[in-house]
């Protein structure tokens, strides 16, 4: 996988859909990140009280560095993928293929303006 290339795409994806301020918005993207490792915790069977005690104790440590943090999440992603069996490569592809469909955008736009008004 060229992750430039894909990183890329999923960029204009996002500008076009959202626009450039919800695109770049850093709290918004971080707030989808966790939502989505959260989900992805959910299929793995981790307990929202595992959940709660990790974030207790992350929110604890000094804060790093953007990149060191995105580097070790991309990292972390990896090794799950491979625990789940799923090719990182394949299924990245496929779901910035789905997110293109009109049905799937109008979808995420519904649901984003939803989420926004819970954690904020």
């Known amino acids: 996988m060229d992750i430039r290339f894909f990183q890329q795409k999923i960029e204009v994806w ?12 850093i709290e918004e993207r971080c707030l989808r ?3 989505e490792a959260i989900e992805l915790c959910q ?4 307990t929202p009280d595992q959940l709660h005690k990790l974030i207790n104790y992350v929110y604890a440590r000094p804060i790093g560095t953007a990149e060191r943090e995105i580097a070790g999440t991309m990292v972390t992603l990896a090794a799950v993928s491979s625990a789940f069996d799923v090719d990182l490569e ?4 496929k779901e910035s293929n789905r997110i293109e469909l009109s049905e799937i955008k109008n979808k995420i736009l519904k649901r984003q303006s939803e989420k926004r008004q819970i954690v904020k």
Not at 90 to 93: K, N, P, T, Y
């Open 43 to 46: 299929v793995g069977r981790v």
């Open 14 to 25: 996002s500008h076009s859909l959202f626009g450039e301020c919800i695109a770049r918005d």
């Open 90 to 93: 394949d299924a990245s592809w």
């Open 33 to 35: 990140l966790a939502e």
